[in-house]
């Protein structure tokens, strides 16, 4: 249950007696040293900003930093936000141990020997080059590892210092609320989120803002020694007041219930943060600023309800909460429902999806507030339920949903229980029994319509007297999900064919019958780009050496002679293991060398020391309706510049329904000092051709002079030539590994 089935009376219960050493911890508190309060006022709030600052200022950093490493995966920065949401549980529940059991004069000088330590250490953040992963070896384990030695220590000191300085707040002005500092910390957090983007990455480097960082950590410990210095004032009055009576400690306190309900909301906030964060990144681009919307708007929702419990408005808060989730789970169907020829565009699928974490959030926090402790001896209990809540949410997608379910099914799961807490929270005081079973009737009915909604494997295929379909294989791990489906024309069986997915994206259709299975289909077409610079290099050469990034089912090797080599790279097993067994491009392959490189291919091309002198080296490396970004910057163009012969052709699959990426393509050709050509082909569906752009990058004039360009053009219906599509961008900065940004690239129209 919720928060919101705790009647507001009962947040205000007395609490439990705190065991004898708890007692003894707090037993000599006297009244503040007058000499020293000056410290504690504003260098209190100071100290719990930078902290927070600094906080979330390392996750974006460190982030960005290892996200080509392990191969650009949005699921990068799931891992890192569960590192981060688990190292602030463990820093909560040390700050909760050192108020609980120990006195204050105790836990200013531990707090400050661990602060000593942690500054030594954060003099070098960044992780060395040496550290990149080889091989296949486990992503997650290998971001948590490295995360944890690079950053560990200094974030655990920074994450105890919130919740043990409104401790100490709560010690020194009795009677005031700590939980200000809370939003405070909260707008700290914001201001790092905002500042990275906008004030650091587009001047900086990595390394200059890591530098940056380190000397921000060593004056945070620095202020956090002088407050704790004037804490040491407050253990040494003498206390003047009488001691409590017995009957006062004998009181009862927050159960097992309401530190559910303490668990329960966060975790159902963290749950809808890290969902969304997941499904907009592999349906767009695992970038940087993605990350950070979804983060500041969670972090606003906690500035929001904390600061005040007048902003938190229930109803209104639920009401739009239950709007804004059945809008959602409807906005790809809603148009044809209503008559509307119009499709949702990537800014109305990403503010949409934004929108509707942040009413989850606010109605998720909104109701935790309203629950929280009356006393300030249960603050550090308080703090530590909300941060395991907050750690469960990634702990879920990253141990439960991403090795167990074939799909994003947390995403309606997390949709359906905000629709669950909504109609909790609009339940009329004093309703009837009866009216209970039918608000939760209703809720089990809407509950049920969005899964079917968001899942599309839930609506089944539609009744067809022309094919008939069946999935032979659903995937999921942490680069995404895969799947393969078969149809079968019951028209012309000739035509029956298998297609891959990764999301929801078709990347790969092969036909069954055998004497059609070697047709090269889907985006790999004989007038596609790529098909246009194979054959091209095999018009000019006896033997061929091919590179292909992004094996998918290896539909290209179809294309090979028996004189050629072929290598194609992988970063997911997964596709590995279903292009060999549902796919047979890779068995009927005719190339004289075949090659499967698992690993990301631009570390795998960056660690090998030999060039591999590509002829044609092709970029076809998606995840779901992305690109990873990291195989489209300055520095791997670089790599693969090195690996191709003087006369090579990099050709670059840019179709996609989300970005124009031909200005960023365009961008990197220019830098490397190469001619590029851009072609698009339209779709054939009758011969499952489908429509692909294609960016070629050469400095082989013979090939430039003979292909000019050839964009997207629009016929009205007698065939008449209306325009051809003008896909230039003007002001696009040349992305490196330091600074790209999707922003001037989405597709508006």
Not at 372 to 395: I, N, Q, V
Not at 533 to 556: E, F, N, P, Q, T
Request: charged residues 15%; hydrophobic residues 45%; positive net charge.
């Amino acid at each position: 249950m919720t928060a919101a089935s705790t009647p507001s009376t009962s947040v205000r219960q007395p609490e439990p007696q705190q065991d004898k050493n708890a007692a003894a911890a707090t037993a000599d508190l006297g009244p503040i040293d007058l000499k020293r309060a000056w410290l504690l006022g504003i260098p209190l709030a100071l100290t719990v900003l930078l902290s927070a600052f600094l906080l979330f200022q390392v996750q974006p950093l460190m982030s960005k930093q290892i996200l080509p490493w392990f191969g650009g995966s949005p699921s990068v920065w799931t891992t890192a936000m569960l590192f981060f949401q688990c190292l602030l549980f463990a820093g909560y529940a040390y700050a909760h141990v050192l108020a609980r059991y120990l006195a204050l004069r105790q836990q200013a000088l531990l707090h400050v020997t661990l602060l000593l330590v942690a500054a030594a250490l954060a003099w070098s953040i960044l992780p060395d080059a040496t550290l990149k992963p080889h091989g296949a070896q486990a992503p997650v384990a290998g971001i948590l590892m490295l995360l944890l030695g690079c950053v560990g220590l200094p974030y655990f000191c920074l994450s105890i210092t919130g919740p043990l300085i409104q401790h100490w707040f709560g010690k020194a002005y009795p009677g005031r609320s700590p939980y200000r500092l809370y939003a405070l910390s909260n707008v700290g957090s914001l201001l790092a989120l905002l500042s990275f983007p906008f004030a650091f990455e587009p001047v900086l480097t990595l390394e200059a803002m890591a530098a940056l960082w380190s000397r921000g950590f060593w004056l945070f410990a620095g202020m956090c020694a002088a407050v704790a210095w004037a804490m040491w004032g407050v253990q040494a009055m003498p206390s003047t007041k009488p001691a409590a009576e017995p009957a006062q400690s004998g009181t009862s306190g927050p159960g097992l219930w309401r530190r559910l309900v303490w668990i329960g909301l966060p975790a159902l906030a963290s749950l809808a943060f890290v969902a969304t964060t997941d499904r907009v990144s592999h349906d767009i681009a695992p970038e940087t600023r993605l990350w950070i919307t979804t983060l500041s708007l969670y972090l606003l929702t906690f500035i929001i309800c904390f600061d005040h419990e007048r902003w938190y408005r229930r109803g209104p808060v639920a009401i739009a909460c239950l709007l804004a989730v059945l809008l959602l789970a409807a906005s790809r169907d809603l148009p044809g429902w209503l008559g509307l020829d119009w499709d949702i565009g990537v800014t109305e699928l990403r503010w949409s999806h934004f929108a509707t974490m942040f009413l989850i959030c606010l109605l998720c926090h909104g109701e935790l507030v309203r629950a929280k402790p009356s006393e300030h001896r249960h603050l550090t209990d308080f703090y530590l339920c909300l941060s395991l809540g907050g750690a469960c949410g990634g702990l879920f997608v990253a141990l439960v949903a991403t090795p167990l379910f074939n799909e994003y099914h947390e995403w309606p799961m997390c949709l359906a229980a905000a629709l669950g807490l909504a109609l909790r929270v609009l339940r009329p005081a004093g309703a009837s029994q009866r009216s209970g079973w039918l608000l939760a009737g209703l809720g089990v009915a809407l509950a049920g319509a969005v899964a079917w909604l968001v899942t599309p494997q839930l609506q089944g295929a539609a009744a067809s007297d022309e094919y008939r379909d069946t999935y032979l294989s659903r995937q999921r791990n942490f680069y995404g999900t895969v799947s393969v489906k078969e149809r079968i024309d019951l028209q012309d069986p000739a035509m029956s064919y298998r297609v891959f997915y990764s999301g929801q994206i078709t990347h790969g259709i092969q036909l069954l019958q055998p004497a059609k299975r070697g047709l090269a289909v889907s985006y790999y077409g004989p007038e596609s780009g790529v098909g246009l610079a194979l054959d091209y290099a095999k018009g000019r050469h006896a033997s061929l050496r091919v590179g292909i990034i992004g094996m998918g089912i290896a539909a290209l090797a179809n294309y090979a002679r028996d004189t050629d080599s072929y290598d194609f790279y992988e970063i997911n097993p997964q596709v590995v293991d279903v292009a060999r067994t549902l796919f047979d491009n890779l068995a009927r392959c005719r190339a004289v060398s075949q090659r499967v490189i698992l690993g990301d291919a631009r570390l795998q091309l960056e660690q090998d020391a030999n060039s591999q002198q590509y002829d044609v080296l092709v970029l076809d490396a998606f995840s779901g309706g992305s690109v990873p970004v990291h195989l489209l910057t300055q520095e791997a163009f670089a790599t693969y510049r090195r690996h191709l012969k003087p006369d090579g052709i990099i050709a670059i699959n840019i179709t996609n329904g989300y970005l124009n990426l031909h200005p960023v393509v365009k961008r990197q050709a220019q830098a490397l000092g190469m001619g590029y050509r851009f072609r698009f082909s339209a779709s054939r569906p009758a011969q499952l051709i489908r429509k692909a752009h294609y960016a070629l990058l050469t400095r082989d004039q013979e090939f430039l002079r003979r292909h000019p360009n050839a964009y997207r053009q629009f016929f009205d219906d007698h065939g008449r030539l209306l325009r051809t599509e003008d896909p230039e961008i003007p002001g696009v900065p040349l992305w490196t590994d330091s600074f790209s940004s999707i922003n001037a690239i989405e597709v508006r129209d």
